[in-house]
Every structure is written in structure tokens, then in C-alpha cells.
């Protein structure tokens, strides 16, 4: 994977973290507690994923 292809991996995963929160937040206004727990569940994998792979991406280019 080049570069350009991490750096667009990783914005597409923070972007659906942060898609994934709002739909959260929906569900939380309408009483839908069990439903936005899990979304948030999936908000924050998507985001930790994406800044390990940010991390995983950076080491590796520091040992090329």
C-alpha cells in the first residue's frame, strides 16, 4: 500500500467513526439505548483502527 493509499485509508475510517457517532446520537434522542451503545461500540473501533493503522503505517515508513 502506498503512502497516498494509508492516508486515505485512515481518513475514510475516521470519517465513518464519526458517521457512525452521529447515528448514535440519534438513536440516544429517540430512547434507543442498547442501539447507540453499540453504534458508539463501532464509533470508537473504527477510530482506534484507524489511528493503529496511522501508527502501524508511520513505523513502517520510518524502517524503509
Avoid: P
Wanted: glycine share 4%.
Amino acid at each position: 500500500m502506498t503512502r497516498e493509499e494509508r492516508i486515505e485509508y485512515t481518513k475514510l475510517r475516521m470519517e465513518t467513526a464519526y458517521k457512525t457517532y452521529q447515528a448514535a446520537r440519534v438513536l440516544s434522542q429517540n430512547g434507543f439505548w442498547n442501539s447507540a451503545v453499540n453504534r458508539l461500540y463501532y464509533a470508537v473501533f473504527y477510530a482506534v483502527n484507524a489511528l493503529w493503522f496511522r501508527g502501524k503505517s508511520i513505523l513502517i515508513l520510518m524502517v524503509e
